[in-house]
């Protein structure tokens, strides 16, 4: 079966500061792992996501998730924190046999000015 | 080009009656997914599509709950007989058929049962 823990119901940080949100995730065989964002009053949209390759990878908005297998992990990070990056995030996991994708329960991330 | 489209984006219905959200996915893309938020909640999965396969139902909370969808187009989420645990915003994601491709979610239909 597969699952997403996302162990932070929040994170506060400092604009300027970096940021880290945590994602630990268990699959069958090698996963497909993305990360999403809900803005208020917004539609989920895709910000980054690791297949296969660089375990660094780059997304949108200046956010990137490292891949660490021997941890099951994909944390998102962003060196330096904006205030309109305040939003909530969901780390989400897929098989790579399958489609089914299971989400984490979010991490509400608040950036303060 | 167009995204998502759900409809209704509000259905506000009394407990015990039957109601129908419709999803338009992104032409072309051949896997669509239902997905359920409680308030201040993560997304729980209900069903996916994909192409001619059978829809994996393993989400579906209950046999109130039911969806089909049109070849590769139209999707509907049946609630029967819906209750007020069922009140939540589903949503309809659409991707393409490379199971490594991410999903678009549309706007969401909000569902209150009073």
């Known amino acids: ?113 | 080009g167009a995204g998502v489209s759900q409809s209704p984006s509000n259905k506000v219905t009394e407990k015990g009656k039957d109601v129908e959200l419709r999803c338009d996915p992104i032409s072309g893309h051949t896997a669509l997914y239902w997905y359920r938020q409680r308030l201040g909640q993560g997304l729980e999965f209900l069903i996916y599509f994909q192409g001619n396969s059978a829809p994996d139902k393993s989400g579906l909370p209950s046999d109130r709950f039911s969806a089909e969808r049109t070849g590769e187009s139209v999707s509907t989420l049946t609630i029967q007989r819906t209750q007020q645990e069922d009140s939540a915003v589903y949503l309809c994601a659409s991707s393409s058929g490379d199971r490594a491709y991410e999903q678009y979610f549309g706007p969401g239909t909000r569902l209150t049962v009073t």
């Open chain 1, 1 to 113: 079966a597969q699952s997403v823990a996302q162990p932070e119901d929040q994170v506060n940080v400092a604009e300027g500061n970096p940021l880290t949100v945590k994602c630990t995730y268990s699959v069958s065989g090698n996963p497909y792992l993305f990360w999403y964002v809900q803005y208020p009053n917004r539609g989920l949209q895709f910000l980054l996501k690791y297949i296969t390759g660089d375990n660094l990878v780059k997304g949108s908005y200046g956010f990137e998730a490292e891949f660490n297998k021997s941890q099951t992990s994909f944390h998102l990070k962003k060196p330096s924190a904006l205030v309109s990056d305040s939003a909530l995030y969901f780390c989400a996991v897929r098989r790579t046999g399958g489609f089914k994708t299971i989400f984490g329960a979010g991490t509400r991330l608040f950036v303060k000015a």
